[in-house]
């Protein structure tokens, strides 16, 4: 009968480990040939759960794909399961080049969201401090004929109306 490993060899175990997905990210990060269509294809709906978790722990690591890839983490920031993930991945990003190519990403979808869209993408501006743009996504909300997106809209300009209302009367 074998003995069960301690406490602290399990703990090295895993210490171990970390090493090892920390030395493989950084060989991925700095030899693959195209990092970012490995990386979409594990951000694809048809990938699995542990392809999606890895590209979304790698790009809130080490952000140089996320610009190109924004499309797709926009698209999983309003869904159930990797809303979180998306937008830490997104916020990496850095803001120099995040608000300008957030904006259209945001604004073209809102013609065929719903009350639960507006809430996630409101959601994903405030983590990110976009507030002009989520001053115009309330705004936009307002003129929808939906009670939840109403809510949204009155609920984010209480959070957060004065970030974006105090740069437009300055």
Not at 58 to 83: I, M, Q, R
Not at 105 to 127: M, N, V
Not at 130 to 152: F, M, N, S, Y
Request: hydrophobic share 45%; net charge negative.
């Amino acid at each position: 009968m074998s003995t069960p490993p301690s406490d602290n060899d399990l703990w090295q175990s895993f210490v171990e480990a970390k090493r090892e997905m920390h030395r493989r990210q950084a060989e991925f990060y700095q030899h693959a040939q195209d990092r970012s269509e490995v990386l979409k294809a594990a951000l694809a709906a048809g990938a699995g759960a542990w392809d999606q978790g890895a590209a979304f722990d790698f790009l809130a690591a080490l952000s140089a794909d996320g610009p190109a890839l924004l499309p797709e983490l926009v698209g999983w920031s309003t869904s159930h399961k990797w809303a979180l993930a998306a937008r830490q991945a997104i916020d990496r990003i850095p803001r120099d080049q995040l608000l300008h190519l957030l904006e259209p990403l945001i604004l073209d979808r809102l013609d065929s969201a719903d009350g639960d869209d507006y809430q996630r993408f409101a959601e994903l501006l405030a983590h990110v401090e976009a507030w002009e743009l989520l001053g115009r996504l309330v705004a936009r909300a307002l003129t929808i004929d939906d009670p939840h997106t109403h809510q949204v809209a009155e609920d984010f300009t209480e959070l957060y109306g004065p970030m974006w209302l105090s740069r437009q009367n300055p």
